[in-house]
């Protein structure tokens, strides 16, 4: 019967809808970008646009939409690293080196100590490097530089038994970002700040969700403000997992939600009032701008998101609201 019905129907010259969709449309799915739908396969594009256009004005539009305070959060995040000397670390979504500023800064500043302890001159390539932290720190504050300044801060006794017997193990920081031209300006401001020849400091292009690095080589992990942009958060959760050590720690700083009702209201008014007019007097770019507070409202909350980091296999997984849950820390251990 049904044979017969499509041959009349070709014979009267009637459209026939497709048997069979196509496999595009069956495997295409739909994700957020701000508060749109979008299809999976654009949104990787999309945010790379968006970033490509901001990169130049990144951080100087951090400073202006929290005052300043975002320099504050990432030092919270590295001091919850609690780095070392030798660590192998792996900053994601970190072009501009905000995290690996941080630990650069904490790594240099001991160095600097240590010198200063045992010599009133700079006549040594370690020595003339701490000298070149020394003017650098009151005017940066990212945090892969800061995180190897820490390193040498809280092991201090450590660094200098390595120094006198020429055993110093290396210390590498990957910073890995999709987009090139944010690695770019990242690269301009580690040559600026003499950083630019730095055998600590890797730069890698790559994708959070399919990362090149080997199972079980890194002994931390950093992601700042920079997972709520990807496609799937579930997959960079799990290669966040699988590329840390065991005992090593996930960290993850990212804006949040508030709940405290009036401070929400305010918040709101701000982000959707404020941000978007910024970054159009400032970069000449409103949409980028709206496509960020959007994207921090679609973002999990902190609970959900902490039970999304335990089911990727982390345990201790904890959280730490800053002013009032505008940014949170995320974080846990792989055993």
Not at 129 to 143: E, Y
Not at 190 to 206: K, N, P, T
Request: glycine share 6%; net charge negative.
């Amino acid at each position: 019967m049904a044979v017969r019905k499509i041959l009349r129907d070709l014979s009267s010259g009637k459209k026939l809808l497709p048997l069979f969709t196509p496999t595009s449309l069956l495997h295409s799915h739909a994700t957020s970008f701000g508060f749109k739908e979008v299809p999976e396969e654009e949104k990787s594009q999309m945010v790379g646009n968006v970033f490509s256009s901001v990169a130049s004005n990144y951080d100087l539009m951090n400073d202006l939409m929290s005052a300043g305070l975002h320099r504050l959060w990432k030092d919270r995040l590295v001091a919850k690293l609690n780095p070392f000397q030798g660590i192998k670390h792996l900053d994601v979504a970190g072009g501009t080196v905000i995290c690996a500023t941080t630990l650069m800064q904490e790594n240099n500043k001991e160095k600097m100590f240590n010198v200063l302890n045992t010599s009133s001159t700079c006549n040594t390539p370690l020595e003339r490097k701490a000298s070149i932290w020394s003017s650098m720190n009151h005017i940066t504050g990212d945090v892969a530089f800061r995180i190897l300044e820490t390193i040498n801060s809280v092991n201090r006794r450590a660094m200098q038994d390595a120094l006198e017997d020429n055993l110093q193990e290396e210390t590498q920081i990957y910073v890995c970002d999709i987009n090139p031209n944010m690695l770019n300006v990242g690269k301009k401001r580690a040559q600026e700040r003499g950083l630019g020849d730095d055998g600590s400091l890797i730069w890698v292009e790559g994708d959070a969700e399919a990362l090149s690095f080997e199972d079980n080589s890194m002994d931390g992990y950093t992601i700042a403000f920079g997972i709520r942009n990807v496609t799937h958060i579930e997959k960079v959760l799990s290669e966040a997992y699988r590329v840390l050590k065991q005992g090593g720690r996930f960290l993850c700083l990212e804006l949040s939600h508030v709940e405290v009702p009036v401070f929400k209201q305010l918040y709101d008014n701000y982000s959707f009032s404020v941000i978007p007019a910024l970054g159009e007097l400032v970069a000449g770019d409103r949409e980028s701008y709206q496509y960020l507070v959007e994207s921090i409202r679609r973002f999990p909350p902190q609970e959900t998101f902490a039970t999304m980091i335990a089911e990727a296999g982390f345990q201790k997984v904890e959280y730490e609201n800053l002013v009032g849950g505008v940014v949170a820390i995320h974080s846990g251990l792989k055993f």
